[in-house]
């Protein structure tokens, strides 16, 4: 099964292709401007592993948590490309995608997006030297001081951050002993584990259940409201509470 997985939900655009599990080609790529680089990057990586669009029996896309534009731009890339072949599509956690690039350490991994203001995007999942990747936690917004207070009760245990707030979180002194290093191949996203766990769940349900993952079926899952919304809400409180004030 050829398999074209993607991630545009923090700075690293990411793109694979695999087989199966095994990786066929893959490119990433630091970037503010993902409307600019994604489709250059899943052409390039197609011609790579001498792969036409119509021979993929899947696609893969994190549909959050993370930025929402980057999010965006990458569901509607691949409900774009999806559309025409009537390839099937299956939309992945993004914390879930950057746990299964452990699958083989024993480890408790730690995925970490910066949501702002002091928050992070987080799940806590448990990886083992047998390849299996085990979801303790819902994907949730949290408090980065809140986070560190929860993983106390994993002390001792190894424990890995992955993401684009993994070095802040791992930079800080309330910590539990059993943090490792995390080597920087694995800090940021790789598209990869997208496509391994995709190839997971495509793989565990019946023929007639498949033809449920379509282009249709993709939709972005936000944890908290865009910051036009929060602004605009802000703004309409301060309006109310000067009215209030004034009467």
Partial sequence: MKILAIDTSA?????????????????????????????PMIEALLRAADTRLGDLDLMAVTIGPGSFTGVRIGVSAV????FADRIPC????????????????????????????????AALFRTSSDGS????????????????????EYEGTRI???GDAA???????????GVAVTPEKLRAQSAYGIAARAYEIISAVSEAEKENY????LAPVYLRKSQAEREREER???SENKTEGST
């Fill in 11 to 39: 700075k690293t655009a990411t793109a694979a292709i695999t087989e199966d599990k095994a990786l066929l080609a893959e490119s990433s790529v630091k970037t503010d401007t993902h409307s600019v680089t994604l489709l």
């Fill in 79 to 82: 409900k774009g490309l999806a």
């Fill in 90 to 121: 299956i939309g992945i956690s993004s914390l879930e995608g950057m746990a299964y690039n452990f699958a083989g350490i024993d480890a408790l991994v730690v995925p970490v997006i910066d949501a702002r203001r002091g928050m992070v995007y």
């Fill in 133 to 152: 990747v085990e979801r303790l936690t819902e994907d949730e917004q949290i408090a980065a001081d809140a986070l560190a207070g929860k993983l106390k």
């Fill in 160 to 162: 890995y951050f992955t």
């Fill in 167 to 177: 070095g802040m979180m791992a930079a800080r002194s309330d910590l539990p002993a």
């Fill in 214 to 217: 379509t282009d249709a079926s």
């Fill in 236 to 238: 309409l409180a301060r």
